[in-house]
């Protein structure tokens, strides 16, 4: 990629033109010596010479602005594409929401069918325990990944906080206390 000096003035003078200076003070030079009399070869050869470094000047300029175009172009792509995979990662997360509220509407329903009270040895309750010793792991999980108001994981939370006051409860009633 090419860099442009954007503080450079007319009168900088870098190293590709130095030499190309050297030469138009020479031909100019000598063109003052002779005063009328008809230039040299030398100095037809050395406007050769600036026609071909102008050619060449300008080959390179755009070439760097061709190379500037696909730049901009490719980057215009790249916008997009981080565009789609934004409203795909959102799509994907609603999805996975709804798939969670689902999951806990069957779970609830399922536990007024079955009933209110439920008979809990001790190896049930150490069971439970397990298990929402893993919900609370997956509900840090989330937490990890989840923007930090996320209402849908803040009401998870909550549930989760009673369902592990309840089970302290619970505890503190089979201990006898």
């Known amino acids: 990629m090419i860099a442009i000096d954007i503080f450079c003035n007319e009168f900088d003078v ?12 020479a031909a100019a030079s000598t063109l003052a010596r002779r005063g009328k009399a008809p230039p040299g070869p030398l100095v037809y050869l050395d406007a050769a010479l600036s026609v071909l470094d102008l050619i060449g000047a300008c ?56 009933g209110h009270e439920f008979q809990i040895t001790q190896a049930h309750f150490t069971s439970l325990a397990r298990q929402v010793k893993r919900v609370g792991e997956a ?26 006051d309840h089970q302290l409860a619970v505890a503190g009633h089979l201990l006898g206390g």
């Open 59 to 114: 080959a390179r300029r755009r070439q760097a602005q061709e190379i500037t175009a696909q730049l901009v172009i490719e980057g215009e792509r790249l916008e997009q594409l981080i565009a789609e995979l934004f409203q795909q990662q959102e799509a994907l997360r609603v999805q996975a929401r709804a798939h969670q509220r689902q999951q806990l509407q069957a779970l609830r329903h399922r536990i007024e069918r079955e």
């Open 139 to 164: 509900i840090a999980r989330l937490r990890r990944d989840a923007p930090p108001q996320d209402k849908h994981l803040l009401e998870l939370e909550e549930t989760y906080y009673r369902l592990f």
């Open 14 to 25: 870098g190293d590709d033109n130095k030499d190309r200076l050297h030469r138009t003070y």
